[in-house]
């Protein structure tokens, strides 16, 4: 189904407030004292590369930054670790956001899928120079599941912005 | 001259540019703190922004853990009890045998005109949780400098070493468990007294590195803390051997160990003071060296 074929609709502005807070939830999500949980989807990278594609004007590569040094704080990583990966996603999805937002939900995955892979080997490529071991390869299994969340948790992330259908006989549209 | 009318939207550097300048950034706070470890006011700072944060992720799994205490049966508590009170009939007999050999040790010791081992301060702390970095083995308990942690002190549970501290924030620390890849231990064993470093290995194990084929080391054979370093008190169980592959090929042998405590199960934890009364390092290897010898962690580029 392309572009054309859905309906659109008109969204109402996203609020800077609201943006951060569902930042802190995903933050909230990542810090969760997960033991030996393997192929967990990384939240935080999924709610940025929502809103760089959605608000990239609002959203951006400074911002994905220092939220990857708080990640990396956080969990004892490397200092720099996460914010290099979020800073080249954020670009990514930047300059991908008008690619991205003809397609439907699913397709949209896909892209996101690429975006999410490649954001993880940039940090496994740093971690294997700075001297770490390999983790296995369900170190990539976030990245499918979290491609998995795109449809339900874009929908829930615009939420906010929809209006209520209201019909109006005089509105032009 | 080439004149450019100003544009109609400012949108600050293009992404190119502003994406090569966090890039660099984020590049020289890796160096920073992979090879000198001079970021680390920066990460007490960061660290502490995300407290809060950290805290009330726990409180789930703290409600949880609360709610399924309410709701444990009576019959497991009972069985538990006895369970407890058989193994500490069992405790008080060795106890006594160790309080005997204790006093008969120092007055050996006394005899020796050796140094006397000060009891060691101790601190019990809780794993919060796991770090979620899976390139290294990291755990972070729920004391920090405001209770007297500091950098490099040894910890413990039940069984055996688990692991050191290696990074103190305010209210949190950081112990990198000794299955850890970069983290060094230096172990005995205890048949026949051999040195040896235990290097952390592949999927929780552990591994003995740099014995020549030929070492007397054997399967099952215990290693325990040597105590040389200062840092780890000595005797303290740390692994098993569990494997052990004699190739010609190679000057040293691969031995693979079975670390003695749960490093991985358990939550409570002791961290142990380090021994203050050591004696100070000789003045001559300082000088040779051209910089003091560091026993208990070597950051070694493979």
Redesign the interface.
């Known amino acids: 189904m392309s572009f054309y074929e859905q309906p659109q609709r008109i969204l109402l502005p996203a609020k800077v407030g609201y943006m951060a807070f569902t930042l802190?939830l995903a933050?909230?999500?990542?810090?969760?004292?997960?033991?030996?949980v393997?192929g967990?989807p990384d939240m935080v990278a999924l709610v940025l590369t929502f809103w760089c594609v959605h608000q990239p004007?609002k959203m951006?590569?400074?911002i994905a930054?220092f939220v990857?040094?708080?990640m990396?704080?956080?969990?004892?990583?490397?200092?720099?670790?996460h914010?290099?990966a979020y800073?080249?996603l954020a670009?990514a999805a930047?300059?991908l956001h008008r690619r991205i937002l003809w397609f439907s939900p699913w397709r949209q995955a896909a892209h996101v899928l690429v975006l999410l892979l490649a954001s993880q080997m940039l940090m496994l490529a740093?971690?294997l120079v700075?001297?770490?071991?390999f983790?296995?390869l369900a170190?990539f299994a976030g990245a499918f599941i979290a491609a998995a969340l795109w449809p339900t948790v874009s929908f829930l992330l615009l939420l906010p912005q929809r209006r209520p259908e209201s019909v109006d006989e005089n509105r032009p549209i | 001259m080439d004149y450019q009318p100003p544009p109609f939207f400012s949108r600050g550097p293009a992404p190119l540019v502003r994406l090569g300048f966090f890039v660099c950034l984020a590049v020289l706070l890796m160096v920073l703190d992979a090879r000198f470890r001079y970021a680390e006011h920066l990460r007490q700072v960061i660290a502490l922004l995300a407290y809060p944060l950290q805290r009330v992720s726990l409180a789930p799994g703290d409600l949880f853990g609360a709610a399924a205490g309410f709701f444990t049966t009576q019959v497991s508590l009972k069985q538990e009890n006895e369970q407890l009170k058989a193994k500490q009939l069992q405790a008080a007999n060795e106890l006594l045998t160790v309080r005997a050999l204790r006093s008969e040790n120092a007055q050996l010791r006394r005899l020796l005109e050796a140094r006397e081992r000060l009891p060691r301060e101790s601190t019990l702390a809780e794993i919060l949780y796991q770090g979620r970095d899976p390139f290294s083995r990291k755990v972070i308990i729920d004391k920090g400098r405001q209770q007297g942690i500091q950098p490099g002190q040894a910890v413990i549970d039940d069984l055996g070493v688990i692991g050191q501290v290696t990074r103190v924030y305010p209210l949190l620390s950081e112990v990198t468990l000794i299955t850890d890849k970069e983290q060094r231990t230096p172990v005995q064993v205890v048949r026949n007294g051999l040195r040896a470093i235990i290097y952390g290995g592949d999927r929780g194990a552990l591994e003995l590195s740099y014995m020549a084929t030929n070492a007397d080391v054997l399967a099952d054979d215990v290693l325990v803390t040597s105590g040389i370093d200062g840092t780890y008190p000595p005797g303290l169980p740390v692994a098993k051997v569990s494997r052990i592959e004699q190739d010609a090929a190679y000057s040293f042998a691969k031995i693979t160990c079975v670390p003695t405590a749960g490093t991985e199960q358990n939550r409570q934890v002791l961290v142990l003071s380090r021994e203050m009364n050591l004696p100070a390092p000789p003045v001559e290897a300082e000088s040779v060296a051209g910089k003091p010898p560091k026993p208990k962690r070597s950051r070694t580029r493979e």
């Open positions: 802190v933050l909230l999500f990542n810090l969760l004292p997960w033991r030996d393997t967990l004007r951006g590569i400074g930054w990857g040094l708080v990396d704080a956080g969990n004892g990583a490397l200092l720099g670790q914010a290099f800073a080249f670009f930047v300059s740093v971690r700075a001297g770490g071991v983790p296995g170190y």
